[in-house]
């Protein structure tokens, strides 16, 4: 019984370990906060989040991923010609496309070195809620789309996949 009990800690330890030594940066000695790498075997989708975004790369190529690793799609109609952030999608096209929103327990990127974040925004809408962008494109998530890899979403017309 005891060896069997020494066993079962030790194999413990020994993933432990393992998970402690893959969160660190290299060079750094401490775990890695901002990014973590996981993959989706069924689905072959192998996603980097760095903060609320992230990249996903699949059969069709990279994607955006929200932090839950849903997928991320922007509407044409949505880009600015003068840089100003216009919706277009109304509260009823807001029941199949769910905008990203920005949760107010988090804390706000203002600046960042990493490519993909310095071009993330927010904005405010109407009924004042802060919404996330990509340069002028409010980001949403589709409705149907319930796990990592999915790209539910019909890409015909004005909605596409968001692209790092």
Do not use: H
Request: aromatic share 8%.
């Amino acid at each position: 019984m005891n060896k069997k009990i020494s066993i079962i800690l030790a194999v413990l330890v020994v993933v432990a370990g393992v998970y402690w030594f893959s969160t660190i940066k290299p060079g750094s000695g401490t775990p890695n906060q901002e990014q973590i790498t996981s993959t989706v075997e069924d689905v072959e989708v192998t996603v980097a989040i760095t903060g609320p975004l992230g990249v996903a790369t699949g059969v069709n190529g990279k994607y955006l991923v929200d932090k839950n690793n849903l997928t991320l799609y922007v509407n044409v109609k949505d880009e600015g010609q003068t840089g100003d952030i216009k919706p277009s999608c109304n509260a009823e096209c807001e029941k199949t496309w769910i905008p990203y929103l920005f949760n107010e327990s988090e804390s706000a990127i203002t600046q960042s070195s990493d490519p993909l974040l310095s071009k993330l925004n927010l904005f405010t809408r109407a009924d004042g809620k802060k919404q996330y962008a990509l340069g002028t494109k409010p980001l949403y998530r589709y409705l149907s789309d319930l796990k990592p890899g999915d790209i539910n979403g019909p890409l015909t017309g004005d909605w596409m996949v968001a692209q790092p």
